[in-house]
């Protein structure tokens, strides 16, 4: 019996490529075409099978290096670029591609004519942003006959950047708090800090060990929405390293000593806390006078 | 506050307040962008106002709340009755509580027949909190509320907290009266020996003795006007609180359960830390679960606990995991409030959201750091949970943390 007050359940994907140019990918042909040229193909690839499932589906791809972000689609250019479609291909097909491929290239382009000697790691967790708040928008913006159910896909090939922490943890925290379940899919390294959102928001985590397969794993793993998940078998879960890093060597710490001002985590006790600069009172027992000890009196 | 009060006239002392002139309808007729405009600006005002820098929060908060269980809460001014009302309330604050504050503790008292019953000790689980709460809606209100009882049993709770914690009290009091058995003066000079925050709730009119425990304990006094209110003054108590500055700090030692052991570490894995075992957290109920791998096991002696954070029983040790800390760190690191201007004519769309500027939205927000432009509506979103700018977080120069 169908319920009459069904909402129309709209998905958007909104995909967070890392297109920081990794030497080993970007020097490895593989039948002509490089290793780099196959990741974006497939990319788009999953992203039109995405648009392919339902038409109020929804789609947002941004990009991102170690120099900057950028919303490749919807694409940000005020003037509507005029695309060529194959006879009988959707046209949002080829609007998808033809604007990936603009943006992208623009990105690189920026990268490698840009000298700022500023070293940078990829900046993933800005990409991260703009999407929660292009999520954010979309979610206002859509009548209420809709009911929106929104995912985040990162994929990328990035080790972790302890600096860029605190943003990772607001994306992570907000993500959770919206309901978006964010999944990763991992090439050549694994990164803590998305595991870890992953688990907190409820998504996938998959570190792919061939990136030749990479349309293969998108479109098995990564295409069902969440809710769906629980009927097919996928990939077991990782169990998630919570450990925290301790502030001055950044080692994984087991039991810590947390400054109770600004909880920044040491792993050894010390006066002074080096980030809020408070200093600690010593919890030492009080210290008690010996007790003269009275003879015990024989009878 | 207080002193504010008494220098002012009463409102109805004061000229007419005009308050429907502030609406006017816009070149349509329509009312509707108007009041979503107000709505907004209030909204910032109140943001800009919190993100006032690096003061210092208490983040390890003991807080007691003391409900008033008396005759008059089952007045029918807040729907169904009162009592009912506040309770469920209470649950959606236990519950925003935890999430903010995930190493807390909370307490929960009653007091009526000018006595007060403890219902939860203080803990940091939420869904035993939860359940009493919802237990409670059976409580029949009555007899007179008896505010020094409460806060004697509220005290006696929280002298034994460490000194790095901040100490509060919220009562939520319905009442105009109040019955004592001895003198409340002395009660509050030790609850402010004792660096303990008052923060009351007044549910039906201002009175006196309740303005001046908040006052001299540095809390806060407020009464609600409707159940919107009682929500949002509620919810107010959520934040952290500023601290008066004679909190101790002090170096607390905490454990990090739940490490994968990985060959660099050389963290041994012994057979035993995942051999199923009964978790330390149930062991009291009848219902004493018998936990797979599944499940965290304390660094200092071993106990298994289902879920984080929790104070290890055998050898108390604080158990918390990293997300648990991270959740307060932006506090620490507040964002500065958005600069609000006219349109600028070159950037057509939002860098948050890629929404296209319209000739209808007047005003547009720039961050002072990276000079990003974005609107209203992502201004919003990012004060208020984001809690991070996306235009410092795309530019290499930004977005590294400061503090190392």
Redesign the interface.
């Known amino acids: 019996m169908e319920d009459k007050e069904e909402r129309i359940e709209t998905s958007l994907v909104a995909i967070v490529i890392d297109a920081t140019p990794a030497k080993k990918f970007a020097s490895q042909p593989l039948d002509g075409s490089s290793m780099m040229n196959r990741i974006f193909d497939s990319l788009i690839a999953f992203g039109n099978a995405h648009l392919m499932q339902a038409s109020h589906n929804k789609l947002a791809i941004i990009a991102c290096n170690s120099k900057s972000t950028k919303f490749l689609y919807p694409s940000m250019d005020g003037n509507s670029r005029s695309y060529q479609n194959r006879p009988g291909q959707y046209d949002m097909f080829a609007k998808v591609d033809s604007d990936v491929r603009h943006g992208l290239g623009e990105l690189i382009l920026n990268d490698l004519t840009d000298n700022d000697s500023t070293k940078s790691d990829s900046l993933l967790g800005g990409a991260m942003a703009r999407a929660l708040c292009y999520i954010h928008r979309v979610q206002r913006e859509l009548s209420l006959s809709h009911q929106l159910k929104p995912r985040v896909l990162v994929v990328s090939g990035s080790c972790d950047s302890a600096l860029q922490y605190m943003t990772f943890m607001n994306v992570f925290f907000t993500a959770q708090k919206e309901n978006v379940v964010i999944d990763c899919c991992m090439m050549d390294t694994d990164s803590g800090l998305l595991q870890q959102g992953c688990d907190i928001t409820g998504g996938q985590y998959l570190h792919i060990p061939s990136v030749a397969g990479l349309l293969e794993y998108l479109l098995w793993v990564f295409l069902p929405s969440p809710s769906c998940r629980s009927k097919i078998v996928l990939p077991p879960p990782t169990k998630v390293d919570y450990r925290a890093a301790c502030f001055c060597h950044h080692k994984l710490v087991d039991i810590g000593w947390v400054c109770s001002v600004c909880l920044s985590i040491f792993c050894k006790f010390s006066i002074m806390c080096t980030t809020c600069n408070t200093e600690f009172k010593l919890n030492r027992p009080a210290i008690v006078p010996a007790k003269s000890k009275k003879r015990a009196r024989i009878e | 506050m207080a002193d504010e009060d008494e220098t002012k006239e009463y409102r109805w002392e004061s000229g007419y307040e005009k308050t429907w002139e502030a609406i006017k309808e816009d070149d349509d007729g329509l009312l509707e962008s108007n009041v979503a405009d107000l709505v907004a600006r209030a909204k910032r005002k109140r943001a800009a106002l919190k993100a006032t820098g690096a003061i ?1 929060l208490g ?2 908060r003991h807080l007691f709340v003391v409900v008033d269980a008396s005759a008059c809460m089952f007045l029918q001014d807040l729907k169904p009755t009162r009592f009912l009302c506040v309770l469920k309330l209470l649950e959606v604050f236990v519950h925003e509580f935890f999430d903010l504050n995930p190493i807390s503790q909370l307490g929960i008292l009653t007091t009526k027949m000018k006595r007060s019953e403890q219902i939860t000790v203080l803990a940091g689980n939420q869904k035993k909190h939860i359940e009493a709460l919802q237990q409670l809606k059976d409580l029949s209100c009555e007899g007179e509320p008896s505010l020094q009882n409460s806060l004697e049993r509220a005290m006696n709770g929280l002298k034994n907290m460490p ?3 901040s100490r509060e009290i919220l009562v939520l009091f319905g009442s105009l009266t109040t019955c004592d058995p001895g003198d409340i003066q002395k009660t509050i000079k030790a609850l402010k020996d004792n660096n303990i925050r008052v923060s009351i709730i007044g549910l039906a009119a201002e009175v006196r003795i309740c303005r001046e425990i908040a006052k001299k304990t540095g809390g806060t006094y407020n009464v609600l006007i409707d159940d919107h209110h009682l929500k949002e003054l509620i919810l107010s108590q959520v934040q952290p609180p500023a601290v008066a500055g004679s ?14 052991p ?1 060959v660099n ?1 050389g ?1 041994s894995d012994s057979s035993a830390d995942h051999a199923p075992a009964y978790c330390l957290c149930h062991i009291d109920s009848e219902t004493s679960s018998l936990m797979g791998p599944n499940g965290y096991n304390c ?2 002696c071993g106990s298994r606990y289902c879920e984080l954070p929790v104070e290890c029983k055998q050898c108390g ?1 604080t158990l918390v ?3 648990h ?6 506090h ?2 507040p964002i500065k409030p958005f600069i609000e201007r006219a349109q600028v004519p070159n950037t ?2 939002c ?5 296209l500027f319209v000739e209808a939205e007047t005003n547009v927000y720039e961050c002072e750091n990276c000079h990003q432009i ?1 609107c209203l ?2 201004d919003l ?2 004060r208020e ?13 930004t ?3 400061k ?2």
């Open positions: 210092q983040m390890m000194a790095h914690s909190i101790e700090a002090s170096l607390v030692k905490m454990g990090f359960p739940g490490g994968t990985s570490d963290t660094p200092q040790l995991s990293a997300p800390l991270a959740r307060s760190y932006h620490l690191f057509t769309h860098f948050a959201c890629a929404k974005v509506d992502c979103f990012i949970t984001l809690h991070t700018c996306p235009g410092c977080a795309s530019d290499p120069v977005a590294q943390m503090t190392n």
